[in-house]
Structures are given as C-alpha cells and as structure tokens.
C-alpha cells in the first residue's frame, strides 16, 4: 500500500525561477511556468489570447492564470515549500503559471508576527514580481486571475490573508491590500480554520501554540487577529476541500468554517481522501482540486 507522505519527498520537475519578495532567505518564491509550446487552454482564457492585461496587451505570449500555493507543515520550520514541488509542478502541467511562496516558520524566525508578516508581504506582492519575471516570454501571467491555494496551514493562512479586511483598523495586518492583485478566490485543502480547537486537540504537539506564543485563554488577542473562523466571511469566495479520511486535520474544521462563513464558500468532502492526497498529483483526489481551481476562475 502507497505511503501518502511519499509524497513530501517525491522528485519533480525544479521551479523555472525565484523570485524575492524582502531581503531574509525565506522571503521569497519559487516559479513554475507551463511549457510553451504545448500550453493547454485553461479556465478563464480564450483560446489564442495573447498578451497580458497587466503588462501591455499585443505582446508575444499567452496569458495564463497564476496560482499561489502557500505550503503547509504546521508552520514549522522542518516543512519547507519543497514538499510542495510535486503539486506545483502538476498545477503547471494543467496550464497554470504557479508561484509557492515561502514564509519564516516557528524554528527558523517565524511564528507570531513573522510568518504574517512575510504571507501578507508575499500575497500582496509575489503575483507582480512573477509578472515582471516572465514579461515578454512565451508565457505570461494574467494578474486578473490569481487563485491562492493553500494546504493545512498553509490554507490557514491562505484563508487567513483574504479575511484581513476584517480586523480592526489599528490592527497588525489590518485592511486591504492596496499593492497586490485581489485574488479571484482562495481553495483551502485541508486547512486548519479553527485555531481554537487545533490548540485544544494540541494538533502536531503544540503546533497553534507554538505558532502563537500560547494557547487561546494566554493570548486571546493574536488568536482574534489570525483565526480565519472568526474573520467570516472572507472578502473573496473561498473553496474548501477536505478528504473525509483526513488523520492530521479532522474534517469537522472545514464543516465548521463553511457554516460560520455562509454564502460565498463552498465545502466539498472528499470520499476515501487523506490529508497529503490533496496535494499529491498521482491521487484520486488531484481531479477534484484543479476543479476546484478551475471552478473559482470561471466564477470570477
């Protein structure tokens, strides 16, 4: 039987390029661009579109939509945006520019404020420095059509950055960008949307504690400031997919945010999937994720 962590460290094609998005190691990208000559139409572009609304219209090379993956591993330093290569590389196989951000993590200088600090700073700003990085190649980004996907924590702070337009003003983080491209929509796969009950089942050993400084009743501030469940709802659709088999994140999660947050997300349980499936392009479950993608790009 296939271990479903084989793939964490699974070889894949490498990123096209990095880019930065500040001075620190960790604050960058890592670029995967379809292949040219066989670039599939995707969701949202009309066939033979070229050009880019964002860089000039009339240029060579096809527009295509830019996914940001933000990758999970309990926001720990051990889980880097490597882990991520196999489901990047298939998000570009399926004709997607993709950009996996990387963030400081609880171990290497992260935890509360870093790891926000970097994913606002790096949703706000990645997709223009992707566009900028590819201008006048053969494949270019539509900056009209940007979709974050995020996995476990990784979809909490997905999640987590469209909702920041519900803090308070004053607040660490607090208001919309006015840098980066709104994104189309946010799929969530996996993700811990409920800080509370994640301390309370102590998830990964302490893992929101650590992330935080402490659990709810210890620093009840930081977690009003960054759990998605009480920033409903979101300020762009969000999907949720989570696999009913799921060990490491309990479904109940995803359940639990889609009726706090209401109209404008959408909940999809997946039968017989477990947690890595989701980002695992060989699985039964990788159909119902570029669906899902390509679902919130025709919705927008």
Request: aromatic share 6%.
């Amino acid at each position: 039987m296939r271990d479903p962590r084989e793939v964490l460290t699974r070889a894949a094609p490498p990123p096209r390029l990095t880019v930065a998005y500040g001075d620190l190691p960790d604050q960058v990208a890592d670029v995967w661009l379809p292949d040219a000559p066989s670039l599939p139409d995707v969701p949202g572009v009309p066939a033979g579109k070229s050009g880019n609304r964002a860089t000039g219209e009339g240029k060579s090379g096809k527009a295509v939509p830019l996914v940001v993956v933000v990758h999970g591993g309990f926001w720990r330093a051990e889980y880097d945006r490597r882990h991520a290569r196999p489901q990047c590389a298939g998000l570009a196989a399926a004709g997607y520019a993709v950009a996996a951000i990387e963030y400081r993590r609880v171990g290497s200088g992260g935890g509360w404020p870093a790891t926000f600090d970097d994913v606002a700073a790096a949703l706000d700003t990645v997709p223009a420095l992707v566009a900028a990085a590819t201008a006048g190649g053969p494949v270019r980004v539509d900056l009209e059509r940007v979709v974050h996907v995020g996995h476990s924590a990784g979809a909490h702070l997905a999640v987590w950055a469209a909702s920041r337009h519900r803090l308070p003003p004053g607040a660490p983080w607090a208001g919309e960008s006015s840098v980066g491209p709104r994104p189309a929509g946010v799929v969530a796969l996996a993700g811990v949307l409920d800080l509370d009950a994640a301390a309370e089942l102590d998830l990964d050993h302490g893992a929101v504690r650590a992330l935080l400084g402490g659990g709810p009743a210890e620093r009840p501030d930081r977690y009003a400031a960054v759990d998605p469940l009480r920033l409903v709802p979101a300020g762009v659709p969000v999907t949720l997919l989570h696999g009913a088999d799921d060990r490491y994140v309990p479904p109940d999660f995803s359940r639990r945010y889609a009726a706090a947050a209401g109209a404008g997300t959408t909940l999809r349980e997946l039968t017989s999937a477990g947690h890595f499936d989701l980002i695992d392009p060989e699985s039964s479950a990788w159909p119902a994720v570029l669906d899902a993608v390509a679902e919130v790009l025709r919705r927008a």
